[in-house]
């Protein structure tokens, strides 16, 4: 392949999706730092050639030149999209539109519609797989609360790029939205809201900011303060994303009946989940988890099918639950 047509393909990559752009200066100076010696004219020259070919525009109003591809375009180029590929997108586009704001989605849209027609090609068995693929959360399935797009196109460019960011936010307990610098340090996704983990400027400790409850958000060019031990996953483990009851975690030992209970087989408490088959009907489990309402309102939930062990003061505490509970149902049947 000639060195020109090399240096179309790599600038073409470059140019980002409407309504993001890049001037013919900026591409001059990525081209540079790839080794690329060409002048900004010959970029422009270039760019016009490939718009015949490529739905490619241009913002001509401004100086130097805005350079975009079409908000809805797909690019075929080689490689194309193969079958495993395709089928990705499809997943992913079911797993995705629960999660995201339809903006965000719009980004992927193209990418989406490419993998269903090459789904559809051939008339390809995999071309029915959107028809017969659903994707169902577990709980009542309430409605999510709306994110505003700008708030997570923000948050996710300044994880990405390890930069702060400026949101405007409303706590539960604040009086008024409150203008916050943030320094991001992950996003969980736990149905049916979208947290970002991080610190906030001026506060202590690492805070959970629910991202439907920003209404603004702007990047600071600005380095993260980030601790060098912080570790995601271990800070989900903790318990930390859990209506916290105490900072000590909890070591539990639980007698479970089976069936009703064989999931925890396949999928543990906790890392250090340890089982024991004590007959047909019955297995034990030890495991350290977080002191959560969480983990409250499971053993609640799982009191028919369920003996807690260890530790004594949980069992009771369970037990004064159901108690309490049975009472208010009683007396809502004699009422």
């Not at 739905?55 to 193969?82: C, G, H, K, M």
């Not at 999660?99 to 390809?124: C, G, I, M, Q, Y």
């Not at 409150?178 to 149905?191: K, Q």
Request: proline share 6%; net charge negative; charged share 25%.
């Amino acid at each position: 392949m000639s060195n020109t047509a090399v240096r179309y393909l790599t600038m073409i990559r470059m140019v980002p999706r409407f309504p993001k752009f890049i001037t013919t200066t900026e591409l001059a100076i990525r081209l540079e730092e790839l080794g690329f010696s060409v002048t900004k004219r010959s970029i422009q020259r270039d760019l016009e050639k490939l718009s015949v070919d490529f739905p490619l525009s241009v913002n001509e109003d401004t100086r130097p030149f805005q350079w975009f591809f079409d908000r809805d375009a797909t690019l075929n180029i080689i490689p194309a999209l193969d079958l495993p590929a395709a089928l990705t997108f499809e997943l992913a586009k079911a797993y995705l539109s629960p999660v995201l704001p339809s903006r965000a989605l719009s980004h992927l849209k193209p990418h989406f519609d490419e993998a269903h027609r090459t789904l559809l090609r051939e008339r390809n068995p995999l071309g029915q797989w959107p028809d017969r693929v659903r994707v169902i959360n577990r709980g009542l399935g309430g409605l999510r609360p709306a994110i505003d797009a700008d708030v997570l196109e923000t948050v996710t460019e300044a994880l990405l790029r390890e930069f702060r960011c400026k949101l405007t936010y409303q706590a539960r307990n604040w009086a008024e939205p409150e203008e916050i610098a943030v320094h991001p340090f992950g996003l969980i996704f736990r149905d049916p809201n979208v947290y970002l983990i991080g610190t906030i400027d001026g506060r202590e400790g690492i805070r959970q900011l629910v991202l439907h409850r920003a209404t603004g958000g702007e990047l600071i060019q600005e380095p993260v303060e980030r601790p060098e031990d912080f570790d995601l996953d271990l800070y989900i483990h903790s318990g930390a994303m859990g209506i916290l009851k105490s900072n000590e975690p909890i070591y539990m030992k639980l007698r479970c009946d089976k069936p009703v209970l064989n999931h925890l087989f396949e999928s543990p408490l906790g890392f250090d989940q340890l089982t024991q088959d004590i007959d047909d009907t019955t297995f034990d489990i030890s495991v350290t988890v977080g002191d959560t309402q969480d983990l409250r309102w499971w053993l609640t939930a799982q009191a028919e099918h369920c003996d807690i062990l260890e530790p004594v003061w949980l069992r009771e505490q369970i037990e004064a639950t159901l108690k309490k509970g049975l009472a208010r149902t009683q007396r809502a049947g004699v009422q």
